[in-house]
């Protein structure tokens, strides 16, 4: 069972930044291209980016300039720093691993809300 705990979520004004972590203790991490996916309430869960072993990175257009994605072995956690954040952002945000650069793992994490305010 891979376990993977998000944190940094919360609520913060238009323009405003925070910083996602995900840690996921065990042998998966380091082997397996990870993702940082959201859902906003009535609407499906969407790709936000994604990065490889190898560190290449792919963002949703919508976060494009304003999200990054990193990793850190050692520390097995993935990080997604967001920048000026907008309303729209608003949404629980997950972590995902054991997958590929291009594709999803069967590993998620239990969210972390992301509130943006106008």
């Known amino acids: 069972q891979v376990q993977l705990v998000e944190s940094g979520g919360g609520a913060v004004q238009s323009g405003g930044s925070l910083r996602l972590s995900c840690a996921a203790p065990?042998?998966?991490?380091?082997?397996?291209?990870l993702g940082w996916y959201r859902q906003a309430p009535g609407n499906q869960r969407e790709m936000v980016a994604r990065?490889?072993?190898?560190?290449?990175?792919k963002y949703a257009d919508f976060v494009k300039g304003r999200f990054t994605i990193s990793r850190d072995n050692a520390k097995k956690t993935v990080y997604l720093q967001m920048n000026n954040l907008q309303p729209e952002d608003t949404a629980t945000y997950f972590c995902n691993s054991g997958g590929s650069f291009y594709f999803e793992g069967p590993y998620w994490g239990q969210g972390t809300q992301v509130t943006v305010t106008s």
């Open positions: 065990g042998s998966v991490f380091t082997i397996s291209g």
């Open positions: 990065i490889s072993i190898g560190n290449n990175t």
